[in-house]
Every structure is written in C-alpha cells, then in structure tokens.
C-alpha cells in the first residue's frame, strides 16, 4: 500500500480543472474558496466520484466524514456505534469507546439522535468513525457548528491519528485556520 495519496491528469467537471498532486500521509488542509471544487476532490479521492482517465492511488484504506449526516431521528447513538462496529466486523465494545471518549459521550451515546443538538450529532458521527481503523481519514468541515469543547474533541482524535503514522485530509473554513496554518500541510485549490 502505497503511503502517499497519488493523482495525476483528474479532471473536475463543474470547475473546469485538472489535479496533479502528492498528498502526503501528515495533517493536509484542503482550502479554497466556496464553490473551488474541495468536496468535489474528496469525493474522487474517497472513490465516491470515477473518472476513467484519471490516476488516484494510494487511497486504498479511507473514511470519508462528509457534511451529510442522515439518520432517523429514532435511532439511538450506542445502535449507530454496534451498527458501525459490525459493519468492521469488530466486537462491539461501547464501554471501551464511553472510557476512551469521556463521560460527556457516555451521555449523548444513551440519547436518540433526534435528541441531540447539531454539534452533538457532529460529534458522535466523527467520534464513531474516526474510531475506525484506516490509514487516511478525510473530514469535510468537521469543525463547522460545534463548540470549543467539541472541537478540541475532535482535534484529540486527529492528534491521535496522526500520531499513529495516518493520513488526514481536512477542509475547514472555520477558527482552526491558525492551527492549520501552523501545523498543517496547506493545499489550495
């Protein structure tokens, strides 16, 4: 498995533009204005989106958090974990993702998802993901909505990440733009 993500001649249809470029597997922060074509790159990335003529390697072991988050309003977080979980083929330990993610979590997973705040939701859909085993994970606005606590959260789990060896992919037009500025491998498209 290749350690860089590789793309060399991808054309992106509705923004007119062709992408060569070596990501390497470190914090990248994916920025541009509104419209640029960012989610659009992450879906070829992801294997969302194909394109024939294109050449994307390296993107084998992926998690893709995008902005969309669709669940019945019913369901109940702890399910969503067990349901994450068996679609890994892991044993569902939800006493081990409470203990490692807080007490705070430990309350929201009890909750159904129509309970929960925006942020809340975006925090359990990220913390369950992310736990995941991969080696690049990309986030589409991870940050957007949610509070200082969330979102040190969440740059806990990236740190983590990162200092496991994998690959993230961000892009995020909120307050974290010093911290990825000064940590951050900037990609601008």
Same mark, same amino acid.
């Given at each position: *498995?290749?350690?860089?993500?590789?793309?060399?001649?991808?054309?992106?249809?509705?923004?007119?533009?062709?992408?060569?470029?070596?990501?390497?597997?470190?914090?990248?922060?994916?920025?541009?204005?509104?419209?640029?074509?960012?989610?659009?790159?992450?879906?070829?990335?992801? @294997?969302?989106?194909?394109?024939?003529?294109? *050449?994307?390697?390296?993107?084998?072991?992926?998690?893709?958090?995008?902005?969309?988050?669709?669940?019945?309003?019913?369901?109940?977080?702890?399910?969503?974990?067990?349901?994450?979980?068996? *679609?890994?083929?892991?044993?569902?330990?939800?006493?081990?993702?409470?203990?490692?993610?807080?007490?705070?979590?430990?309350?929201?997973?009890?909750?159904?998802?129509?309970?929960?705040? @925006?942020?809340?939701?975006?925090?359990?859909?990220?913390?369950?993901? *992310?736990?995941?085993?991969?080696?690049?994970?990309?986030?589409?606005?991870?940050?957007?909505?949610?509070?200082?606590?969330?979102?040190?959260?969440?740059?806990?789990?990236?740190?983590?990440?990162?200092?496991? @060896?994998?690959?993230?992919?961000?892009?995020?037009?909120?307050?974290?733009?010093?911290?990825?500025?000064?940590?951050?491998?900037?990609?601008?498209?």
């Amino acid at each position: *498995m290749e350690k860089d993500i590789n793309i060399k001649n991808l054309r992106l249809p509705y923004v007119e533009k062709t992408v060569n470029l070596c990501i390497k597997r470190e914090l990248n922060h994916l920025k541009g204005n509104n419209g640029t074509g960012k989610t659009l790159l992450l879906d070829y990335i992801s @294997g969302i989106r194909k394109d024939k003529k294109a *050449m994307i390697s390296g993107n084998e072991s992926i998690l893709y958090i995008n902005q969309s988050i669709f669940f019945s309003d019913r369901l109940l977080c702890e399910d969503f974990l067990k349901f994450v979980y068996r *679609m890994e083929g892991k044993m569902v330990e939800v006493t081990e993702f409470e203990k490692h993610n807080g007490e705070h979590v430990r309350t929201l997973l009890k909750k159904q998802w129509g309970m929960l705040s @925006g942020g809340e939701r975006k925090l359990i859909y990220i913390l369950i993901l *992310m736990s995941i085993n991969r080696e690049w994970y990309i986030l589409d606005e991870p940050f957007a909505f949610l509070d200082t606590m969330k979102k040190n959260m969440i740059w806990a789990v990236i740190d983590e990440k990162l200092a496991q @060896g994998k690959g993230v992919i961000l892009v995020s037009h909120e307050d974290e733009q010093d911290r990825l500025k000064d940590t951050a491998r900037i990609i601008s498209i």
